[in-house]
């Protein structure tokens, strides 16, 4: 136990050495992501759906590790095999794989449609599995690896209007708990982060609306929204070998939000 004690460094939280792919790092909390992986040192393929690609090369290239991006639809299984075998054809392996695609539709239960049930689902959990899958057994090969879903508040609660999305972020954390299972042997675990309510693209129409600001800003504990820059430090701790004995869990990122 002394000895180790000693052998603690701040070396721990390096990703120098390692590869990182990450879904949807092109935009919004996931360029935050990938910003906060690249600062740490490791190289990264980038999963886009679109070419979308400047902003984050330019945030990206001051910290001088390699930044590659491949344009796949992650509702097709053959895509996302492709993906992979081709990050592992470049960088010669995968340490860490960040999950973050996600998508939303909105609307009340008795008007949701077939097809919105299907597209949200196919992102934010099929894709979860299969990449997961694929990825993991690189990782079991190499006896490493990383792997970090993004989960969110409506994995712990119902939300309304968003049947879809609910479903598949429940499922997130139920696919974070039974992969860490499996893989756990293998030197391989797998987390999630759950975001609360951030300054987002994605957010600025809530926001945007004075009410329904002011309801969700008066249940945060920290009474503020939360900056894209504080979900850094946790994605960084979850892919580095500070968090090695870290396995099946949920982090929530919330300003408290769970708490009331």
Not at 20 to 34: D, E, H, P, W
Not at 129 to 153: D, E, F, T
Not at 184 to 199: K, Q, R
């Amino acid at each position: 136990m002394t000895n180790s004690l000693k052998d603690f460094s701040l070396d721990m939280f390096s990703l120098k050495g390692k590869v990182a792919l990450v879904t949807g790092g092109n935009t919004g909390l996931g360029m935050g992501y990938v910003v906060a992986l690249a600062k740490a040192g490791a190289d990264i393929m980038v999963a886009t759906f679109d070419n979308n690609v400047e902003e984050v090369t330019t945030l990206v290239e001051p910290t001088g590790v390699r930044l590659e991006f491949y344009q796949a639809d992650l509702t097709k299984i053959d895509q996302m095999e492709a993906m992979v075998e081709k990050t592992v054809e470049i960088f010669g392996k995968i340490d860490i794989l960040v999950n973050n695609a996600g998508a939303i539709r909105r609307a009340p239960l008795l008007e949701y449609k077939d097809e919105d049930w299907k597209a949200v689902i196919d992102i934010n959990q099929n894709s979860v599995y299969y990449l997961s899958q694929r990825v993991a057994k690189h990782m079991v090969s190499q006896g490493y690896g990383k792997i970090i879903n993004i989960a969110s508040m409506l994995s712990f609660q119902g939300g309304k209007f968003v049947p879809s999305y609910t479903a598949s972020k429940h499922a997130v954390q139920g696919l974070t708990r039974a992969f860490a299972n499996e893989l756990a042997e293998h030197n391989v675990t797998v987390n999630a982060i759950a975001p609360g309510y951030f300054v987002s693209a994605n957010t600025a129409p809530i926001r945007a609306d004075e009410q329904r600001n002011k309801e969700i800003v008066d249940r945060i504990p920290a009474a503020r929204w939360g900056d894209p820059s504080e979900l850094m430090g946790t994605m960084v701790f979850l892919a580095s070998p500070a968090s090695d004995y870290v396995n099946g869990h949920v982090l929530a990122v919330d300003g408290g939000w769970l708490t009331r």
